[in-house]
């Protein structure tokens, strides 16, 4: 989904109001798919910064779809954010830090949304903030049922501890 900024940048017009869900539906981060339960909505405002440096500001809201860092439930997390970014910057791409690469005078929403959402994304989603998690000898998901992993590994510990003060006393 491409917007052509030719008329902002020759000075037509000044700025551009922005509304528009994108059409990007999921991402990959970190080897992880994220996917988006409802559009990712933008809405902002494009306008020129100085001349062939076009600047976008506005929010961007979504609710993103992917597993528990920790159990891996599905786990459905809104998520919004505030921008501000210089997305267009002809010849003068050094002195502005662009986040997305522009193909020719054009602004491009899906790429746009992507870069901004890996930068801002948290690193892992939970499912609750005192989620318990797997067990990581048997699987079980602790949140949801019990498991006897923890204290059979504290008894045989005791068991091993117990043995090795056997063979000292026997020696
Ligand atoms: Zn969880
Ligand atoms: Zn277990």
């Known amino acids: 989904?491409?917007?052509?900024?030719?008329?902002?940048?020759?000075?037509?017009?000044e700025a551009l109001d922005f509304d528009q869900d994108s059409s990007l539906t999921q991402m990959q981060r970190g080897g992880d798919t994220l996917g988006f339960n409802s559009p990712i909505h933008v809405q902002g405002r494009l306008s020129r910064l100085e001349d062939g440096v076009v600047f976008f500001?506005?929010?961007?809201?979504?609710?993103?779809?992917t597993v528990c860092g920790r159990c891996l439930e599905p786990v459905l997390e809104p998520f919004s954010i505030e921008f501000g970014e210089v997305v267009?910057?002809?010849?003068?791409?050094?002195?502005?830090?662009?986040?997305i690469e522009p193909e020719g005078p054009t602004f491009d929403l899906d790429?746009?949304?992507?870069?901004?959402?890996?930068?801002?994304?948290?690193?892992?989603?939970?499912?609750?903030?005192?989620?318990?998690?797997?067990?990581?000898i048997c699987g079980t998901n602790l949140n949801t049922s019990e498991c006897n992993c923890k204290?059979?590994?504290?008894?045989?510990?005791?068991?091993k501890l117990k043995d090795l003060l056997q063979e000292s006393k026997n020696k």
């Open 1 to 13: 989904m491409k917007t052509d900024l030719r008329a902002l940048l020759s000075g037509q017009i």
């Open 57 to 65: 500001s506005g929010r961007l809201d979504t609710v993103v779809k």
């Open 88 to 99: 267009y910057a002809d010849g003068k791409e050094e002195e502005y830090d662009l986040i």
């Open 111 to 136: 790429a746009f949304c992507e870069a901004i959402l890996e930068l801002n994304l948290p690193v892992s989603f939970l499912c609750r903030e005192d989620c318990k998690g797997l067990c990581p």
């Open 151 to 159: 204290e059979n590994q504290i008894d045989q510990r005791f068991a």
